[in-house]
């Protein structure tokens, strides 16, 4: 079956990440930025590995200078998810990307974002909540700005703070402080790991940094005590599969740990990450799931309540979408 019009819930997504291939070089036109390298020859994002998928990210935020690009960027973003179901997203927003981490600059960015999240909901029909996110490889001075972002702007669409970027960089709890100051300005905390680090980094950063999601998390999936942790906090995984297969954190679909976690009773949830980087939308993912482990639409449907049950929003918004999904199944 095609998972097209299926209604989705998807936490896991980096804003600047989901942006088209061809709206980034209209950007780069129109401003006279040179980025040519970072396409292969059909237009899409090329990259060889992560560290290099980081780089070619990076040079993809240059062209995003002002907040109407971000105000165009979340415009476009929407309507390409909504198209593939997506009733409810979340993603990630960096005031690293939006202002150099000034919190003057930040709010005006912040400010054409939700503008544009408010344009989209009425036109597409699509919910937008943003985690503001700290990049672990700028290290962790560079992380307490983006939490005092965060804090400040904590309201109906900052909802959490978050951590992403090169994971093998630093320990969790050299980024303590900024996760300290989220909770306390009554954030909701995630942060990317296990995607690389394995148990032990998945462990660190339950036990550091206090997070009720773990982006990834595939890396506990051979380690029963953790797996026992993690259902004991009620901890719940945004997993990303087709990014991982494409990352190689995993050597393909068949030996995607997804299906293990969440039959030894782990919640997980299924997000795109960056999907044009991946190649990937929600529509395919689904249809990956049903192609590799025979995932039908009462699973698919377990898997939206697990994500709304597990969304940063406030609980009109969870009881508005659940309702949404209840209506279409
Ligand atoms: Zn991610």
Redesign the pocket.
């Known amino acids: 079956m095609s998972f097209k019009s299926f209604p989705k819930v998807e936490l896991?997504?980096?804003l600047e990440?989901c942006a088209p291939p061809a709206f980034i070089r209209g950007l780069a036109r129109e401003k006279k930025i040179d980025i040519g390298g970072i396409f292969d020859a059909d237009g899409g994002y090329a990259f060889r590995d992560f560290d290099h998928f980081l780089k070619v990210y990076e040079a993809a935020c240059t062209t995003l200078q002002t907040p109407e690009d971000f105000r165009r960027l979340t415009l476009a973003v929407l309507e390409e998810t909504a198209a593939n179901g997506v009733i409810y997203m979340e993603t990630?927003v960096s005031p690293d990307f939006c202002g150099g981490g000034d919190l003057a600059a930040w709010r005006d960015y912040l400010a054409a974002i939700v503008d544009a999240a408010d344009e989209a909901e009425t036109k597409f029909g699509i919910t937008l909540r943003g985690i503001v996110t700290g990049i672990r490889h700028f290290g962790p001075e560079a992380c307490k700005p983006a939490a005092r972002c965060a804090a400040e702007t904590k309201g109906r669409f900052i909802t959490g703070y978050g951590m992403?970027g090169g994971e093998m960089v630093g320990r969790p709890g050299d980024y303590a402080y900024s996760f300290d100051l989220a909770r306390e300005a009554g954030l909701n905390l995630t942060c990317?790991a296990g995607?690389w680090g394995g148990p032990s980094m998945v462990r660190e950063t339950i036990r550091d940094l206090g997070v009720s999601r773990i982006?990834?998390g595939i890396g506990a999936a051979d380690d029963h005590a953790l797996i026992d942790e993690i259902m004991e906090k009620d901890i719940v995984l945004e997993v990303?599969p087709g990014?991982n297969v494409v990352l190689k954190a995993v050597s393909g679909w068949p030996s995607h740990p997804i299906a293990k976690l969440r039959d030894a009773g782990v919640k997980v949830t299924v997000s795109t990450?960056?999907p044009p980087f991946f190649h990937t939308t929600m529509t395919k993912e689904f249809e990956m799931l049903q192609r590799t482990f025979g995932w039908e639409e009462d699973d698919f449907n377990a898997l939206n309540r697990t994500a709304i049950a597990a969304a940063f929003c406030d609980e009109d918004t969870r009881e508005r979408i659940g309702r949404q999904l209840e209506e279409t199944q």
């Open positions: 896991h997504t980096h990440g990630f992403a990317h995607e982006g990834h990303c990014s990450d960056d």
